[in-house]
């Protein structure tokens, strides 16, 4: 009986002593979620332009870390805005691809772990669709007025130009706004929103590194969003025709008038 109690513990305490070594692996391996985040954006002039944001953190101690792109630009921790493209191929260039996750002991040259992952192409039909922004980019409005988009995301931004202008959120997807007086003649205010990003995870290959002793647990991500942005023209700054061309366009009425009814009092011959 004793030797099966003692059995037993030994059998205990070997199980516990291998989970132990087990959680001490894992718990020695630093977290890494890499998210890249893809964009398009649509200005107010119908222009079409791509941000490509890699985003990155982590707690090793000691060592320096850095995310290469397919096109061989380093991105350091924490390195949004990212990068801004003016057309697709640009941007394609810069993310479809092998990405390489290194770490470098600070002070060992030689003690370098990489961590590769791929990031396959998509279509630009991949990207959310436009947010629904009314009044129509462009509209005249006249203070107050209300700006409304759908879905009613919760990232948007305005600025103002020529006119102070002060904005108010009433709801999820609508905004206030009100007008002091204009500046200019083409004082104007612009209102900018973004569609929910979309997961693009099934894009992303499973992640390679050290077949031992990796100090990382690399999770990369990737999401595609798409932002719009809208002009409007406060009324009292749209220019309209002076008190001196509407007298002289009277004028040019009033004399027309006055020839044309010589003409018809002409007696006959």
């Known amino acids: 009986m004793k030797r099966r ?10 199980l516990a002593f291998a989970q132990a070594s087990i959680c001490k ?24 332009s791509y941000s490509m944001s890699p985003s990155y953190f982590s707690l ?6 850095t995310l290469r792109g397919p096109s061989g630009t380093e991105y350091p921790p924490n390195s949004i805005p990212g990068e801004n493209f003016s057309s697709w191929e640009d941007l394609t260039a810069a993310t479809f691809g092998e990405w390489n996750f290194t770490s470098t002991a600070i002070g060992n040259s030689t003690d370098v772990q990489t961590y590769r992952f791929t990031v396959s192409a998509f279509a630009r039909s991949s990207f959310p669709d436009s947010p629904l922004i009314s009044p129509p980019n462009l509209s005249v409005v006249t203070s107050p007025f209300s700006v409304t988009w759908d879905p009613p995301s919760s990232g948007y931004g305005y600025g103002a130009a020529g006119i ?16 002091g007086s204009s500046l200019s003649t083409d004082a104007h205010l612009s209102f900018s929103t973004s569609a929910p990003s979309r997961l693009m995870n099934t894009l992303v290959s499973e ?30 700054s749209v220019p309209e025709p002076s008190a001196l ?19 018809l009092r002409r007696p006959q011959g």
């Open 25 to 48: 692996d894992v718990a020695a391996q630093a977290p890494v979620t890499i998210t890249i985040f893809v964009s398009e954006r649509t200005a107010f002039d119908g222009s079409t």
């Open 5 to 14: 109690l003692l059995a037993a513990l030994c059998a205990c305490v070997g």
């Open 245 to 263: 061309a509407l007298a002289a366009v009277s004028v040019v009425v009033v004399t027309a008038c006055e020839k044309w009814g010589r003409r």
């Open 164 to 179: 102070a202008a002060s904005g108010k959120l009433v709801q999820p997807g609508e905004l206030e706004f009100k007008f």
């Open 207 to 236: 992640v390679s590194g050290p077949s031992d002793g990796a100090l990382y647990s690399v999770r990369p991500s990737l999401a595609v969003g798409r932002s719009l942005a809208v002009r409007y023209f406060p009324a009292d």
């Open 60 to 65: 090793a101690p000691r060592r320096a870390e």
